[in-house]
């Protein structure tokens, strides 16, 4: 079952500008970066009430988020929900029609497993699925 929305991804050129600019429009600092080598990302977090902003730069042309700021720019990557039970929520997702895009989690940013489901099966949107890994 989906709890809330843990975060809201968004696609940055360059992080250290991209974190003054919302530092200003937040009235707050980051509280945290972290690299997703895996993924090829960059990251900093925003905490705004009970949901997060997370600010991603491509570390590796070849990243997925390099490739999105080649085809669309900046702007908002992915939508997250916080799950409890990731792999009955990918069971339950996949039963339900939409399709998963890696259906064993992997390590994501801020101590999470996540799953993603391709926006082609959520009106465009890419859906991620979190969950505390410790």
């Known amino acids: 079952?989906?709890?809330?929305?843990?975060?809201?991804?968004?696609?940055?050129?360059?992080?250290e500008k991209s974190n003054e600019l919302f530092a200003r429009l937040l009235g707050k600092e980051?509280?945290?970066t972290e690299s997703v080598d895996g993924e090829g990302v960059e990251t900093s977090f925003f905490q705004v009430g009970e949901?997060?902003?997370?600010?991603?730069?491509?570390?590796r042309p070849d990243s997925p988020i390099a490739k999105y700021l080649e085809r669309k720019s900046e702007?908002?990557?992915h939508i997250a929900f916080?799950?409890?039970d990731i792999h009955a929520e990918v069971k339950r997702l996949k039963e339900a029609?939409?399709?998963?895009?890696?259906?064993?989690p992997k390590?994501?940013?801020?101590?999470?497993?996540v799953v993603?489901?391709?926006?082609?099966?959520t009106n465009g949107v890419l859906v991620e699925l979190c969950q505390n890994s410790g």
């Open 116 to 121: 993603f489901l391709h926006p082609r099966s």
């Open 1 to 15: 079952m989906m709890r809330k929305i843990e975060h809201i991804g968004i696609a940055v050129s360059d992080l």
């Open 82 to 84: 916080d799950v409890e």
């Open 30 to 32: 980051h509280y945290k």
């Open 107 to 113: 390590q994501g940013a801020d101590n999470k497993i």
């Open 97 to 104: 029609g939409f399709e998963i895009l890696n259906e064993t």
């Open 75 to 77: 702007g908002v990557h």
């Open 51 to 59: 949901t997060k902003v997370e600010l991603l730069q491509a570390s």
